[in-house]
């Protein structure tokens, strides 16, 4: 069975400075996809960054980027040069490509950035 | 349209009524998902269809949630008899469907709903 967890229910962090949110997971499927999602107070899911099983190197989007590690099965967001406004909910999900078009999320982070 | 849409943004009803939930997705997009968010919490998936067939039930609460997806378009989310743990907000996203890895879910903005 596919699982993600997040063992974080709770970051604060100094403006400007980088946060990293842990991500572990754990699946059979050989091929799968990562995601991240930010949920702002205002409640809309915002995706962030995507990475995929078989990607050779960590992904970045901007401020973004997604520490990798396979082996060990984690897949943490950093967040560099932290903003008031990446004050939210930080979702961690995985899909499985084998069969399922099923999204398994995590329970979530949630992100204060003090000024 | 643009984006996903649903309807209503807000649904306040008193225990024991029934309510639908609607859920627009992306033009083209096959594939549809349900997911429940309580308060503070995480989202719990509910359903998802591919086309208008559901693959995938295993979320469902209870048998009191029903949905359905018609067209390969809209789909509905109906709860029966509703209960006061049903409170929550009601998030449909949909995608490409595509069998790649690489499948961003689009959200809608919600349904909160309310039971007194």
């Known amino acids: 069975a596919q699982k993600i967890t997040q063992t974080q229910p709770g970051m604060f962090v100094q403006e400007k400075e980088a946060v990293t949110l842990d991500c572990t997971y754990d699946?059979?499927?050989?091929?799968?996809?990562l995601f991240w999602y930010k949920q702002p107070s205002s409640g809309e899911m915002i995706f962030l960054i995507y990475?995929?099983?078989?990607?050779?190197q960590n992904a970045t989007e901007g401020r973004y980027s997604l520490n990798f590690q396979k082996a060990r099965k984690s897949a943490n967001l950093v967040i560099s040069a932290s903003q008031l406004g990446d004050s939210a909910m930080y979702f961690c999900?995985?899909?499985?490509?084998?069969?399922?078009?099923?999204?398994?999320f995590g329970t979530g982070t949630r992100l204060k950035v003090l000024a | 349209g643009a984006g996903v849409s649903q309807s209503p943004s807000n649904k306040v009803t008193e225990k024991g009524k029934d309510v639908e939930l609607r859920c627009d997705p992306i033009?083209?997009?096959?594939?549809l998902y349900w997911y429940r968010q309580s308060l503070g919490q995480g989202l719990e998936f509910l359903i998802y269809?591919?086309?208008?067939?559901?693959?995938?039930k295993s979320g469902l609460p209870s048998d009191r949630f029903s949905a359905e997806r018609t067209g390969g378009s809209v789909s509905t989310l109906t709860i029966q008899r509703t209960q006061q743990e049903d409170s929550a907000v009601y998030l449909c996203?949909?995608?490409?469907?595509?069998?790649?890895?690489?499948?961003?879910?689009?959200f809608g903005p919600g349904t909160r709903l309310t039971v007194l």
């Open positions: 269809f591919q086309g208008n067939s559901a693959p995938d």
């Open positions: 699946t059979s499927d050989p091929s799968y996809g």
């Open positions: 996203a949909s995608s490409s469907g595509l069998a790649r890895q690489y499948n961003e879910q689009f």
């Open positions: 999900a995985m899909r499985g490509a084998s069969g399922t078009y099923k999204y398994i």
């Open positions: 990475q995929g099983s078989y990607d050779q």
């Open positions: 033009s083209g997009h096959t594939a």
